[in-house]
């Protein structure tokens, strides 16, 4: 295998390795057996990420996707209903889930292109009581949602919307910590409003594995057994726990380098002729391109030993493990690529 330590990985920003400083976090920490929840590491984890983010309890699970379908099973039952975006990681990448493992059916909404979901579609598509229906009970929403940042005041009155018409409100906050850098508030602040939160501890926060739930003391309690049900329940996973503990100390603030990589390496891209770049909020846009170009391209970077998901729509991710070099370096191998290229 080639040194992956050379390689510029721009395909997300889940590729993250852990550093010396994590590794020896995890090597070092306590450990006991998390389904008598008797293990102090994952115990802190929990603990010290509510408290971070304003919650009563957390709950540790092996994935994002875990985390958010144990949410929705907790809020709804059998023939309950949630209102999701078309776009949403919940409704459209997670395989299906809460309908096939739940028992919920979603109600997908188109996003906006600020990637939120109009306050009037989520009030038109509540179901009335009625035995022709699901039962709406919940309202995801999703940020950042493909590295868009929904604002304060629209969270405030979606959450408002949901409360006053009896649904939960949840949020799928893998990287809400992104959201809560760009935004300058505090986590509390970005997640205030919801009745649950799921936050990935895996992405740009660069543990190696790793989701918190947050809500409720008893919500919480209620949703264990779901993660229990659905294999998520983890012995001396403190081993895991202690790299969240870390990287939640350490790499929440620094996500703001990641956001001015972005924007330099969108910058740059936008200066070739052909190409549609977006400017990034976060540490995520897109690249427009010409189809021809994106084999000839993925295999000239490759070639540079630069890694990223080429398509018509190539989506690039910066994270703790790309440098401001790792970006003049990308920017000088697709500017040499398409110097050459005749669309
Ligand atoms: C990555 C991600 C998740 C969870 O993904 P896992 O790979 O299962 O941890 C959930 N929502 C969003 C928006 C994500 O980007």
Request: aromatic share 6%.
């Amino acid at each position: 295998m080639s040194n992956s330590e050379n390689w510029i990985d721009l395909r997300s920003d889940t590729v993250t390795h852990p550093s010396d400083a994590m590794r020896a976090a995890m090597a070092a920490a306590p450990v006991g057996d998390d389904v008598y929840a008797d293990d102090p590491t994952v115990n802190r984890l929990q603990d010290y990420a509510a408290d971070l983010f304003g919650f009563e309890a957390g709950l540790f699970a092996p994935s994002g996707t875990q985390t958010n379908l144990i949410a929705l099973m907790t809020h709804c039952g059998r023939g309950d209903e949630y209102m999701v975006g078309q776009e949403a990681h919940t409704y459209k990448y997670e395989g299906g889930g809460a309908a096939v493992l739940g028992s919920i059916q979603p109600q997908p909404i188109a996003n906006q292109p600020d990637g939120s979901i109009a306050l009037a579609d989520i009030e038109g598509y509540i179901k009335p009581a009625d035995d022709h229906f699901a039962r709406t009970r919940l309202l995801a929403l999703e940020n950042t949602i493909g590295g868009r940042v929904l604002g304060q005041d629209y969270m405030r009155a979606a959450t408002s919307l949901a409360h006053a018409k009896g649904l939960a409100a949840h949020l799928d906050g893998a990287r809400v910590c992104n959201a809560a850098v760009k935004l300058g508030v505090s986590l509390r602040d970005a997640t205030a409003g919801f009745d649950s939160v799921s936050v990935c501890l895996s992405k740009g926060l660069g543990a190696p594995v790793g989701s918190v739930l947050l809500g409720s003391k008893d919500f919480i309690e209620r949703s264990r057994r779901w993660r229990k049900m659905l294999g998520g329940g983890m012995r001396q996973a403190g081993i895991i726990a202690a790299a969240g503990i870390y990287a939640l100390e350490h790499n929440v603030q620094r996500l703001a380098e990641d956001h001015d990589n972005a924007a330099q390496l969108s910058a740059g891209l936008g200066e070739i002729e052909g190409l549609k770049v977006t400017t990034p909020q976060t540490n995520i846009f897109y690249v427009g391109m010409p189809a021809a170009a994106c084999e000839p391209l993925r295999a000239h970077l490759e070639r540079q030993q630069i890694r990223a998901s080429i398509g018509p729509h190539t989506r690039l991710v910066t994270h703790l493990d790309i440098s401001r070099e790792d970006v003049q370096r990308t920017i000088g191998a697709f500017k040499s690529f398409f110097k050459d290229f005749k669309v």
